[in-house]
């Protein structure tokens, strides 16, 4: 027979076919090491990345480490005998503390104790703040002497235990910093908070006109505050890794034989094995990956491929685990659990992918690690010019160095682009696609030519007889029962075809299929054969076909067409329209290349491409200044796939180009491609808006605090709406 074609997998779900290859490369990358991650919960600002990440490179046995900011994660690639507990001290050693985390688990306990946290923190913040504004008032409408004096003492009763309270955070930060030989981000805030705080028990106890405790209690509260804003607005940003973790199912019911009498019972999923029985009841998430044994029901994975329509599981279907059984109990034979499973791995390979740092996160780093020494100078040199200037009002002085502390804090340059980052890929993944390198988005920015293969890519590498009508009964007949005979994946189409037209097969004698050739066999007394055009002595057309010899009489061509991918034509039309330049690439024969391209109205195609010669066509457009997306499937994609400037393979490709891809596709539709492209566009214009708005922002803050026309309070309050600003324009991609 011509072409030959991708026979489909039985599968409820294309990602089950996809998961468990396309993760091997997050495998292969561990066997090479191991990957630890741990939870850095007192990481908040860049400067923090660039502390952790440079001491733990120097760490012996340590290969890399990438501290992603906004999950408060680092993952470290490390040589065999570096453990999690050599790092945990090491990171204790840098002032914070650091848990074991399972990358596959990510659990929410600790995120939602640090919310908790903060909140109450805020909480006694804003109640003392309130309370001492309305003391002030009485001061500032004109008290004096002793009544000022009383007012000033209550209020010094009520601020200093909620100084100390709520600005732990930044104060057990400091601490541990300083222990750590380093300074901070935290280091400057806890010194602005302090002396506002020690200025005015000095005024108080002075009988001042003036102290400043509702300053240091607001200055405490804005901090809290923005801290805590920034804290929900990344946690809105929920990535696509938390998305996954969301769909693992802890316990599951195992069926077993007891007495002869089958028996549940409920289990940690961590306890299954490949070949238990679980019992997966209508309304429950399938806890495992593996094999539906009995019973028939429905699925809803579009949390895990975007697609909306339920798919049909029965006895041989392959799930995976995160799919929701929607209408009948099934019972799953287990083929992988746990960490074993393709949804956890899947979930490892997402965190790795929003950890790996791009140019952009470079630069954010280089900028915050100049931080400290330089805020510091900025502050001592504003407090000297100061003191001079005002001629000793050491009150005055103070004000000013810590307003200089605190607004230039650059914790909107920390978040600039992992806020992004996180929210990008947790929004393609509910669209139904899976980044694999964290640097996918931003090449996918830059890409101006998309190459398509054909088969599989474009099709979905399921045939359809396309002129059936044109064989009489007899000869359907015969060629129903010669292509019964056979597994190549025309003639199961064609089998199926004739089964759905109510052939009934011919009584065939002496059947034997030739490999490489086709089906012959007798039938009353004649010779029939079913195959390759040469084979059964037929003029072969430009189109995929298999023909049907019945003795002498004229040999018939059954012609087939591959069905179009769902999505396909919009995808090419959406990308045209973005003025991307779209290429059809095959190996298929040159008619049925050319009835494709016609068909989704490409332009430039080219037929019978060798591997090697799809990737030498990439190499050349990107010698010549083009940026390529190429999207592949087959094994003859693998090169072009690896050569391109980014590359995509859908659920449904075989292992090796998953694994040379980018990005992969977990659903059958393709449409989501043009999307991808337009919001990995939109998430590079987050980042550059991001980085004009922290570098913009210090720029304008610096010389108002620098020249004593911001308090300290105005200070953190700008510095508080710097960072709740990137935040916020990062969601803008939602």
Same mark, same amino acid.
């Given at each position: 027979?011509?072409?030959?074609?991708?026979?489909?997998?039985?599968?409820?779900?294309?990602?089950?076919?996809?998961?468990?290859?396309?993760?091997?490369?997050?495998?292969?990358?561990?066997?090479?090491?191991?990957?630890?991650?741990?939870?850095?919960?007192?990481?908040?600002?860049?400067?923090?990345?660039?502390?952790?990440?440079?001491?733990?490179?120097?760490?012996?046995?340590?290969?890399?480490?990438?501290?992603?900011?906004?999950?408060?994660?680092?993952?470290?690639?490390?040589?065999?005998?570096?453990?999690?507990?050599?790092?945990?001290?090491?990171?204790?050693?840098?002032?914070?503390?650091?848990?074991?985390?399972?990358?596959?688990?990510?659990?929410?306990?600790?995120?939602?104790?640090?919310?908790?946290?903060?909140?109450?923190?805020?909480?006694?913040?804003?109640?003392?703040?309130?309370?001492?504004?309305?003391?002030?008032?009485?001061?500032?409408?004109?008290? =004096?002497?002793?009544?000022?004096?009383?007012?000033?003492?209550?209020?010094?009763?009520?601020?200093?235990?909620?100084?100390?309270?709520?600005?732990?955070?930044?104060?057990?930060?400091?601490?541990?910093?300083?222990?750590?030989?380093?300074?901070?981000?935290?280091?400057?805030?806890?010194?602005?908070?302090?002396?506002?705080?020690?200025?005015?028990?000095?005024?108080?106890?002075?009988?001042?006109?003036?102290?400043?405790?509702?300053?240091?209690?607001?200055?405490?509260?804005?901090?809290?505050?923005?801290?805590?804003?920034?804290?929900?607005?990344?946690?809105?940003?929920?990535?696509?890794?938390?998305?996954?973790?969301? !769909?693992?199912?802890?316990?599951?019911?195992?069926?077993?034989?007891?007495?002869?009498?089958?028996?549940?019972?409920?289990?940690?999923?961590?306890?299954?094995?490949?070949?238990?029985?679980?019992?997966?009841?209508?309304?429950?998430?399938?806890?495992?990956?593996?094999?539906?044994?009995?019973?028939?029901?429905?699925?809803?994975?579009?949390?895990?491929?975007?697609?909306?329509?339920?798919?049909?599981?029965?006895?041989?279907?392959?799930?995976?685990?995160?799919?929701?059984?929607?209408?009948?109990?099934?019972?799953?034979?287990?083929?992988?659990?746990?960490?074993?499973?393709?949804?956890?791995?899947?979930?490892?390979?997402?965190?790795?992918?929003?950890?790996?740092?791009?140019?952009?996160?470079?630069?954010?780093?280089?900028?915050?690690?100049?931080?400290?020494?330089?805020?510091?100078?900025?502050?001592?040199?504003?407090?000297?010019?100061?003191?001079?200037?005002?001629?000793?009002?050491?009150?005055?002085?103070?004000?000013?160095?810590?307003? =200089?502390?605190?607004?230039?804090?650059?914790?909107?340059?920390?978040?600039?682009?992992?806020?992004?980052?996180?929210?990008?890929?947790?929004?393609?993944?509910?669209?139904?696609?899976?980044?694999?390198?964290?640097?996918?988005?931003?090449?996918?920015?830059?890409?101006?030519?998309?190459?398509?293969?054909?088969?599989?890519? !474009?099709?979905?590498?399921?045939?359809?007889?396309?002129?059936?009508? =044109?064989?009489?009964?007899?000869?359907?007949?015969?060629?129903?029962?010669?292509?019964?005979?056979?597994?190549?994946?025309?003639?199961?189409?064609?089998?199926?075809?004739?089964?759905?037209?109510?052939?009934?097969?011919?009584?065939?004698?002496?059947?034997?299929?030739?490999?490489?050739?086709?089906?012959?066999?007798?039938?009353?007394?004649?010779?029939?054969?079913?195959?390759?055009?040469?084979?059964?002595?037929?003029?072969?057309?430009?189109?995929?076909?298999?023909?049907?010899?019945?003795?002498?009489?004229?040999?018939?061509?059954?012609?087939?067409?591959?069905?179009?991918?769902?999505?396909?034509?919009?995808?090419?039309?959406?990308?045209?329209?973005?003025?991307?330049?779209?290429?059809?690439?095959?190996?298929?024969?040159?008619?049925?290349?050319?009835?494709?391209?016609?068909?989704?109205?490409?332009?430039?195609?080219?037929?019978?491409?060798?591997?090697?010669?799809?990737?030498?066509?990439?190499?050349?457009?990107?010698?010549?200044?083009?940026?390529?997306?190429?999207?592949?499937?087959?094994?003859?994609? =693998?090169?072009?796939?690896?050569?391109?400037?980014?590359?995509?393979?859908?659920?449904?490709?075989?292992?090796?180009?998953?694994?040379?891809?980018?990005?992969?596709?977990?659903?059958?539709?393709?449409?989501?491609?043009?999307?991808?492209?337009?919001?990995?566009?939109?998430?590079?214009?987050?980042?550059?808006?991001?980085?004009?708005?922290?570098?913009?922002?210090?720029?304008?803050?610096?010389?108002?605090?620098?020249?004593?026309?911001?308090?300290?309070?105005?200070?953190?309050?700008?510095?508080?709406?710097?960072?709740?600003?990137?935040?916020?324009?990062?969601?803008?991609?939602?």
């Amino acid at each position: 027979m011509s072409d030959t074609l991708h026979a489909p997998s039985l599968s409820a779900c294309p990602a089950c076919v996809a998961m468990p290859a396309a993760l091997d490369q997050a495998s292969r990358a561990a066997a090479e090491g191991a990957r630890i991650v741990m939870s850095v919960p007192g990481a908040h600002c860049a400067l923090c990345i660039s502390t952790i990440e440079r001491d733990l490179e120097g760490m012996p046995g340590v290969q890399s480490a990438r501290l992603n900011l906004t999950l408060k994660r680092v993952s470290v690639q490390a040589e065999e005998g570096v453990d999690a507990a050599a790092l945990a001290k090491r990171i204790k050693a840098l002032g914070y503390e650091a848990f074991e985390l399972d990358p596959g688990t990510l659990s929410m306990t600790e995120t939602d104790r640090q919310r908790r946290d903060l909140l109450m923190r805020l909480g006694v913040a804003g109640f003392s703040m309130m309370n001492i504004m309305l003391l002030s008032v009485a001061v500032w409408s004109g008290a =004096t002497d002793a009544t000022r004096d009383l007012f000033h003492l209550i209020s010094a009763a009520i601020a200093l235990p909620t100084v100390a309270f709520s600005g732990q955070p930044f104060f057990k930060s400091a601490i541990a910093s300083l222990r750590a030989g380093r300074l901070g981000m935290d280091v400057p805030i806890s010194l602005a908070i302090i002396l506002a705080s020690a200025i005015s028990v000095y005024e108080t106890f002075n009988s001042g006109h003036h102290a400043y405790f509702d300053a240091a209690v607001m200055l405490t509260f804005f901090l809290l505050a923005g801290r805590y804003l920034d804290f929900q607005t990344r946690a809105a940003a929920r990535s696509a890794a938390q998305e996954l973790a969301a !769909l693992e199912v802890p316990r599951a019911i195992r069926l077993s034989v007891k007495e002869g009498a089958q028996v549940e019972e409920t289990v940690s999923v961590a306890d299954l094995r490949p070949g238990d029985l679980v019992l997966v009841r209508p309304g429950g998430r399938i806890p495992v990956d593996g094999v539906v044994m009995a019973g028939t029901s429905e699925l809803d994975r579009s949390i895990l491929t975007g697609e909306t329509l339920p798919a049909y599981a029965g006895p041989e279907t392959v799930v995976t685990a995160g799919a929701v059984n929607l209408t009948g109990p099934l019972s799953v034979q287990v083929t992988a659990a746990g960490k074993d499973s393709s949804l956890h791995r899947m979930a490892d390979l997402v965190a790795v992918a929003e950890s790996v740092r791009t140019r952009y996160t470079t630069l954010a780093d280089r900028a915050s690690r100049g931080y400290s020494p330089v805020v510091h100078v900025l502050a001592l040199s504003a407090f000297l010019v100061w003191l001079w200037v005002s001629g000793g009002d050491v009150r005055l002085a103070i004000n000013i160095a810590a307003a =200089t502390l605190i607004i230039t804090c650059p914790c909107a340059l920390g978040l600039a682009v992992p806020a992004v980052v996180t929210a990008a890929s947790g929004k393609l993944f509910r669209a139904g696609m899976l980044i694999k390198d964290g640097t996918a988005l931003e090449r996918l920015a830059e890409v101006d030519t998309v190459v398509f293969d054909k088969t599989g890519t !474009l099709t979905m590498g399921t045939p359809e007889p396309t002129n059936l009508d =044109t064989l009489d009964p007899q000869a359907l007949s015969v060629a129903a029962a010669l292509a019964g005979a056979s597994s190549h994946p025309l003639a199961m189409a064609l089998a199926g075809a004739a089964r759905r037209a109510g052939a009934l097969p011919a009584v065939l004698d002496d059947v034997t299929e030739v490999p490489g050739h086709g089906v012959q066999a007798s039938w009353r007394g004649q010779r029939v054969r079913l195959g390759r055009a040469a084979w059964v002595g037929a003029t072969p057309l430009e189109v995929t076909a298999t023909y049907l010899a019945i003795g002498d009489a004229p040999i018939r061509a059954v012609t087939f067409a591959d069905r179009l991918r769902p999505g396909a034509e919009a995808a090419v039309r959406a990308l045209q329209a973005q003025g991307k330049e779209v290429w059809l690439i095959s190996g298929d024969v040159p008619g049925a290349v050319r009835e494709l391209a016609a068909r989704l109205g490409i332009a430039h195609w080219r037929a019978e491409a060798l591997p090697e010669e799809k990737a030498a066509v990439i190499e050349g457009m990107q010698a010549g200044g083009r940026r390529v997306l190429m999207v592949g499937d087959g094994l003859n994609d =693998t090169v072009a796939l690896a050569a391109a400037h980014v590359s995509i393979s859908p659920a449904s490709a075989l292992d090796a180009a998953r694994v040379a891809s980018d990005i992969v596709l977990l659903g059958t539709d393709i449409s989501p491609i043009a999307e991808a492209q337009r919001i990995a566009v939109k998430s590079v214009k987050r980042i550059r808006e991001n980085f004009v708005i922290s570098f913009g922002y210090n720029v304008i803050a610096v010389p108002i605090a620098l020249l004593g026309f911001a308090t300290p309070l105005w200070a953190a309050l700008a510095m508080s709406i710097s960072s709740i600003t990137v935040a916020l324009n990062a969601l803008r991609l939602k």
